[in-house]
């Protein structure tokens, strides 16, 4: 065993597929999770897969106490913070929410992992950071902005976690903060088993499960979301990355900072493949694979979206040896093995 992962929110879609890959590369993984997101059939289906059942904790990421508790009764290496709302429609709507749930774990978080003398943190950031982006591919030394309170919260957590190893610096502390923020693209896809995978909880709000619902008969049509953008169809270009190799990225993040030679300090790095695909090539390619109809019509652009937006994907390659292996191909057809024989979700 190589080392015990914490792992927040570790009951929703990216991490349920984390912590499989986690104990793949011979870590243990301990989930605290609230369920706001996800279900607890979850947990059985990680325990399934892996083959062993996996330290579970339900609790919010705010409580203190509760995380006094994990680290006094678990010997945590290092921290994956997953938890946190995403919808950044919802985020408009309720931003108080957004940024109690989003800065306040975080800042928990981080206070009892600081007590607990575990300075060694992975973070979900995402793409939104770069805002309206002015030349692509994206590189992690873009300007940052966000254009929604979801992605304020993302921006500002990670402008905290930049502000603790210069405290360490200040301080003298001979076990300064090492983090890792990783800025995803677009994660779709499930598990090849199709046990686990991506399971809305309302109407999605994102492109690959609501394609998938559509072609499982849950929704009429898609809606595409305006064809006359400047790209290569007209229709909006971005980044899907299979979320076996975003988990695989975050194992190579938690090997990083576990190494003899991990980053110093705070690094933000892209988890995205370089390629760009269109809203009507992802559906193409969704129904051709599957031979199953897509009904969709075209409707107007959604407000706030960019054209396209894409990675840089160097800095995964150089930093943490990680690349993404899994193409639009394996995307479509593990997203729809995972709906086909789960077609209401879990
Ligand atoms: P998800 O909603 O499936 O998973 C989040 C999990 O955290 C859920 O199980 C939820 O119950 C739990 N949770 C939320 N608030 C909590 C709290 N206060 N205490 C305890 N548990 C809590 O989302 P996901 O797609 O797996 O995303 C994981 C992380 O990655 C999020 O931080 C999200 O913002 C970020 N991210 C996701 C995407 C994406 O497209 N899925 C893209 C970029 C970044
Ligand atoms: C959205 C979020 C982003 C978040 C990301 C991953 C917005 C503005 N941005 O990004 O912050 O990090 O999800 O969770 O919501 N589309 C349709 N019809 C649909 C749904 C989407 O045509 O029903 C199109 C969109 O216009 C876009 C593409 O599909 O061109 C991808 O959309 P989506 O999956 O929502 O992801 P993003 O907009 O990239």
Not at 10 to 19: D, E, L, N
Request: charged letters at 20%.
């Amino acid at each position: 065993m190589k080392g015990t992962i914490l792992v927040t929110g570790g009951a929703g879609y990216i991490g349920s597929h984390t912590v499989i890959e986690l104990a793949e590369a011979g870590y243990q993984s301990v989930i605290v999770d609230n369920f706001s997101n996800s279900s607890p059939e979850v947990l059985n289906r990680i325990e399934e897969l892996s083959g062993k059942k996996v330290p579970f904790i339900k609790a919010d990421v705010r409580d203190r106490q509760a995380l006094k508790g994990i680290f006094s009764e678990y010997d945590i290496s290092a921290v994956i913070h997953f938890a946190g709302l995403k919808a950044v429609g919802e985020s408009c709507q309720m931003p108080l929410e957004y940024y109690d749930n989003n800065l306040n774990s975080t800042i928990a978080l981080c206070l009892e992992m600081q007590a607990a003398g575990v300075k060694r943190l992975v973070f979900s950031s995402s793409a939104t950071v770069y805002g309206d982006p002015e030349r692509l591919p994206l590189t992690e030394d873009m300007p940052l902005s966000a254009t929604n309170p979801y992605g304020r919260s993302k921006l500002i957590i990670e402008d905290m976690l930049r502000d603790l190893p210069a405290a360490d610096k200040l301080n003298g502390s001979d076990t300064p903060w090492q983090a890792i923020l990783l800025r995803y693209f677009n994660p779709v896809g499930a598990h090849k088993s199709g046990r686990i995978g991506e399971d809305p909880k309302d109407t999605p709000n994102n492109l690959m499960p609501y394609i998938s619902q559509v072609a499982v008969g849950r929704r009429e049509k898609l809606s595409v979301f305006g064809d006359d953008y400047d790209t290569i169809d007209g229709t909006g270009v971005r980044d899907y990355i299979h979320v076996v190799d975003l988990a695989k990225g975050h194992v190579s993040a938690i090997d990083n900072l576990l190494s003899d030679n991990p980053v110093t300090g705070v690094e933000a790095i892209n988890l995205g493949t370089g390629n760009g695909t269109s809203v009507l090539q992802l559906v193409n390619t969704f129904a051709e694979e599957n031979g199953v109809p897509v009904a969709y019509e075209i409707a107007a652009r959604r407000p706030g979206d960019v054209a396209a937006c894409y990675a840089n994907a160097d800095k995964a390659k150089s930093l943490l040896n990680w690349q993404a292996g899994l193409g639009i191909k394996d995307m479509v057809i593990d997203t729809w093995n995972w709906q086909s024989k789960n077609p209401s979700g879990y």
